[in-house]
Structure formats: structure tokens, C-alpha cells
């Protein structure tokens, strides 16, 4: 009988013994397993941080690109004009705003070429007047008005070696025009230098007196 009792005591011991390794394998599998997920965790981070990382670069590089492609739209801006040529000056050197400026006056001369008065009258001051060349000095309506009724033909325009001054809101434009015109029955190329001037108006530029 003792030694049933012993036996079935060692069986029990044997079958615990068992159970605490079986116990102490699954404890280790967790921890493993704990491990691995922690490490997955970390690598998920880190894989996070280089996507954001990715992510900043190429919106920097897509901002550069569209900022880029932008500036050479507007240089290039000048093709549209195709009654006026604009020479001795290397826009690659302006600044936007001096870019800005060349564009606007070459808009405006596009317009005197094509008798086109409602774009120039978005580009003029009410108050601008104007002095010929014989010293004749007219209101921009008058000027307009001969324009429009064939007094005044412009054909084409030249901008000569400009040179172009930003200062906050005021801005000029100096060159040399070449007017290949019909001026009050006189036709000809007539070359004037002279200096214009912008004012911002309500976040716009426009041609104003001095």
C-alpha cells in the first residue's frame, strides 16, 4: 500500500513537473512572441517616419516644380504678344516682379496695336494723359478716341533695352519704343524714349502719371 502511495505521489510529482515546464514553454512562446510583435511595432514606426519623410520631400520637390514651371509660363508669357518684340534685356535676370511689369507694358502695346481701348483702359489711370512727340498733350479719352477711329495706327511695337525698377507699390519701365505706325496720316517707324509708371492699386499694377 506505501508503495502504491509513493508511486502515485511520484506520478504526481512527475505529471506537475511536466505541467510547470509545459507552463514555462507557453510563458517563453509569449514573451517571443510579445518580442516579435514589439520589434514589427518599431519597424511600423520607422517605416512611418521615412514615409513622412518621403512624403515632405516630394511635396517640396512638386512646390519647386509647379513654382518653376510657373516662373517660365510667365517668361514665356511674352510669345502671346505677337505684335511686340522686346530686345536688349535678359529676362532670365528679373525678378517676378520685374517680370510682372515687362508683361504689363507688352499687354499694353499688344493692346495699342489691335485698337483694343477697353484692355487699356484696364491698364490706365482715369486721370493719365498723354504728350506726343510734336509736344501735343491729350486726356486718355482723347487719346483713346483717336485710336479707335483710325487716327492713330500702331502696328507693331519695340521695347528697347528696358530697364525695369520695383519699389513696394510703385514701379517704372524705361526703354526705347520703335512704333512702326500711321500717325495722323504720317507713316513711318518713330523711336521715343521714355519712362512709364505703375502704381498698386488694390493689389493690381496700372499705368499712372508721375
Known sequence: MDHIVKK??????IILSVSMLCACAANTEKEADIAVSDEIVLDQGAESDSGAEAITEMEVTNGTEAANQEDEEMRSGLEDYTNI????IDTNSLTEEQMEILLLQARYCQAMTDADTATMRELVSEDMTYTHMSGKTQTREEYFADIEKGRLNYYTIGIENPVIEVDGDTATIEYTSVLNANAYGARGTFRMSGIHHYEKRDGSWILVNR
Open 85 to 88: 518684340e522686346v530686345t536688349g
Open 8 to 13: 502515485s505521489t511520484a506520478s504526481i510529482i
